[in-house]
């Protein structure tokens, strides 16, 4: 990851596209084909045949109808957590304390939801619980905003310092206050699975998955075609136009910072409402920076980010059991998201330098 | 006499433009070279090929008569040649000493000994005393380029390039810095001085090049410029920037006595007299009888890192009328500005316009009455460099209607609006989607222009509105605050040229550490009024 702000790069408004589209793809696959091929490389290297591996992937997580489900479930949570990252990043706002903001989020809900169930019926419980999740997120992330808007203090430090203590201090709340104590291992108490978030069309596939996808929508809308999408698009690019231009900075930063931290904490409160039903002491699948790469893969774009969560969720679900069957470490997975960022950065680079040749002969 | 430096036929493009177009000067010991031209002319190419930071396309440099190939800073200092830009490059936590030894080898120790030797030498051949262990934060800016200048001589002394240096400079630290140029010449140095005023040309140079468009348009030789008297100087170099293509053979210099002793080029009286800093003013005379429409009273801010702070600054400003603040840069020029524009809190005072107490408001408020800024940072802080051209327009009032509707936008009311914007603002560029870091920095400022200066402006307040512009496009930023002025918005323009306050300005007010030392008015008294009390002493 370069050092550079995050809000630079192409700014997402109209008049883009059509020529450019099929440019843009290629921008995409290319690095994809050519991390895939790499990462084979290595693959032949440790004496495994690459074409095992990739093959029990793609049958594991997308030609399998489980495991396609599998695949799709866990794309809502990180969706969601895109979304979030997609509104900071966009306004120049390092948030990399998503872990603390969804772990939080998610004991939130999971200890809210028996406890509501007893006496509310499923809708308003669900609700309910989603909302606290959120508004949990919320609450996580304004010692970071206002440190921020305020005093200016850097956000990449504070943020992840309060996601260490956001881990720890839900590690604690299910360990002293929050545990089931009908269970050996400390965990919440267990929201019944015929309470849970419904399911869509008799698959396994919760509904919060539509909920993430309709997110990535609102916020790529919000980021594109609103006024206050535009404001912080300037507050990302050019911090000091952004005041020139007599925005409310300061305000600025704390509801961008709020939303995006709200977006994460609704990611935490749907993944244990729609998956687990509760949350074991030490469970952090540790989103919140895994998400943060991809985002940048997707250049911030709301649309490809669906697509990069796609490949991501089935390498996920898929690169266990074929590490497992080939015989590689698991965290396999995250050494071909590497290289896709390299060859990404790679082929930017090189894209880049063409145009500047071209623009030298024009 | 020996020839120090020399270019054969070089050439340098980038894209879009050619820089350098088969250039060949010589650089001689002992002499003082002015190379004159108008900003694109290719003297910063020229002054970045010598300093090593870029290399020649075609055409090669000789170094004392031998071809050298200039592939670094460190090599073309090596070489001895040394250069002094036009902004201060350092370190200013750092002591004088510590600046001078930040250039050694990596590995190598700091050898403060022979640091200081060569300190002692080059303050003797500069002729002045500096101290060595003085941080550089707390020096003037004349000290500041002093050290600089040893810096560019720290390792050899043979070509020393000087970028616009006297354009931070007060009246007091051009004087000192043409006596170390003078110094430097007897001791044999080769002095290239980059400047666009033909006064400065005259005073200091012994050899007079002028370049056009990356071209040699021709050249004064010493001989020549002892001869001619300075009418006809200014002729020969009016010629050569702006008359006949002088490229071929002898330059223009030969020639028909001057028509009319001064009588420029026709059709470029204008950029003449920017050349020459000859008042052009014509009063535009506010309104008196009416109220004062801008009214500040003891405007003090807090202080920060960078930035002068004011102390207690008051005065009135009527509808039409332009009022210059000069001043040496730093001195609470941008403070004023911000405050004004309502972009800085404020510590106390109060400012109304036309009658309305606006002290509490911000920037919204502020422009709500009327008031516009114009910043001097105009890709830092007055546009996104990312954004397109048509949301630079719209910068300040992003979710204003026509253009947003409860918050939604209309792209193509936008971009329609933009491309006539584009228009009748003649605005370089390919299109209305073109990100506007892209355009020119003449193109930027016509955008920002036309932000600030319209229908229901009141009062303009213009940060070095022409800064870093070419001349043409100087004289279009002047000409639009002229019209401003004459349709009877106040005006406040901010720069240290004087000059150019004293072409456009009714009144001119200086700035002096962070207070309004005075306002004179502009008159034949004014030049020296406003000299005196840009060094702090009484009016």
Known sequence: MTAREPGEGAAMTAGEGGAGATATVLRVLVPVVLALIAGGLILLVLGKDPLDYYGFVLQRSLLRWGGAQETLTRMAPLLLIAAGLIVAFRAGIWNLGGDGQFLLAAVASAALAPVLSEVLPRGPVLILCMMAGALVGVLWSLIPALLKARYGINEIITTLMMSFLGTSLANVLIKLVLYDPNTTVPQTRSLAVEDRLPRLFGTSIHCGLLLAVLAVILVHLMMTRTAFGLKLQVLGANRAAAIHAGFRVERLTVVAFAISAGLIGLAGAVEVLGVWGSVRADWNPALGLLVVPLVFLARLNGYAVIGFTLFFSALMVGGETAARRVGVPQHYVLVLVALLLLFLALVEYLDQSRRKRMAMKA | ?539
Not at chain 2, 201 to 216: H, N
Not at chain 2, 396 to 409: D, L, N, Q, S, T
Request: some cysteine; overall charge negative.
């Open chain 2, 1 to 539: 006499m020996a020839t120090v430096a020399a270019l054969r036929k070089v050439t340098k493009r980038f894209p879009g433009i050619v820089a350098l177009d088969g250039v060949s000067l010589e650089f001689h010991a002992g002499e003082i070279h002015v190379l004159l031209g108008e900003n694109g002319a290719g003297k910063s190419t020229l002054v970045g090929l010598l300093a090593g930071m870029q290399q020649p396309e075609e055409g090669e440099i000789l170094i004392g008569g031998k071809p050298e190939r200039i592939d670094s800073p460190r090599r073309s200092m090596d070489l001895g040649i040394g250069a002094v830009f036009q902004q201060i490059l350092l370190v200013p936590s750092l002591t004088v000493i510590e600046n001078l030894m930040l250039g050694g080898s990596w590995l190598r120790p700091l050898a403060r000994a022979a640091a200081l030797r060569r300190f002692t030498e080059l303050s003797a051949l500069l002729g002045v005393s500096l101290d060595p262990d003085a941080r550089v934060s707390g020096m003037s800016l004349g000290e500041q380029q002093q050290v600089e200048i040893m810096r560019a001589l720290w390792r050899g002394e043979k070509l020393l390039l000087l970028d616009e240096p006297t354009s931070m400079l007060t009246p007091q630290g051009v004087a000192d810095l043409g006596r170390m140029m003078r110094r430097l010449r007897e001791q044999g140095v080769a002095l290239i001085l980059i400047t666009h005023k033909l006064l400065e040309a005259y005073e200091f140079g012994d050899r007079i090049s002028v370049l056009r468009l990356g071209r040699v348009a021709g050249e004064i030789d010493p001989e020549r410029l002892r001869t001619l008297s300075e009418a006809e100087r200014t002729e020969a170099v009016i010629r050569m920037m702006f008359g006949e293509p002088a490229g071929e053979g002898e330059p223009a210099v030969e020639g028909e006595a001057p028509r009319e002793g001064h009588a420029p080029r026709e059709g470029h009286e204008k950029e003449v007299a920017i050349l020459l800093g000859r008042k052009l003013h014509d009063a535009h005379a506010g309104n008196r009888s009416a109220p004062a429409i801008l009214s500040v009273r003891d405007l003090s801010t807090t202080p920060d890192f960078t930035e002068t702070a004011l102390h207690e600054v008051s005065f009135d400003l009527w509808a039409g009328e332009v009022l210059g603040i000069a001043g040496v840069d730093g001195n609470g020029q941008k403070h004023l500005a911000e405050a004004l524009a309502g972009q800085r809190p404020l510590r106390q005072g109060r400012i109304t316009v036309a009658g309305t107490d606006v002290t509490q408001g911000r920037v919204p408020e502020r422009r709500q009455c009327g008031i516009r800024y114009v910043t001097d940072d105009r890709l830092g802080e007055g546009t996104v460099g990312t954004l397109s051209v048509a949301i630079n327009f719209l910068l300040k009032e992003i979710g204003a209607p026509p253009y947003w509707r409860h918050g939604i936008v209309d792209w193509d009311l936008i971009h329609r609006d933009a491309r006539e914007k584009i228009l009748r603002n003649d605005v370089r560029t390919p299109s209305e989607f073109t990100p506007i870091g892209k355009l020119s920095g003449g193109n930027i400022q016509k955008v920002l222009l036309a932000r600030e200066l319209d229908a229901e402006a009141n009062v303009a307040i213009l940060n070095k509105p022409t800064y870093g512009l070419d001349l043409q496009n100087q004289r279009l930023a002047l000409d639009r605050i002229g019209a401003a002025a004459a349709r009877g918005v106040a005006v406040i323009v901010i720069s240290t040229d004087l000059d150019e306050l004293l072409e456009i300005s009714d009144r001119i007010g200086v700035m002096f550490q962070g207070r309004l030392a005075g306002i004179v008015d502009n008159d034949d008294a004014a030049p020296d009024k406003v000299r005196r009390l840009m060094t702090g002493a009484a009016a």
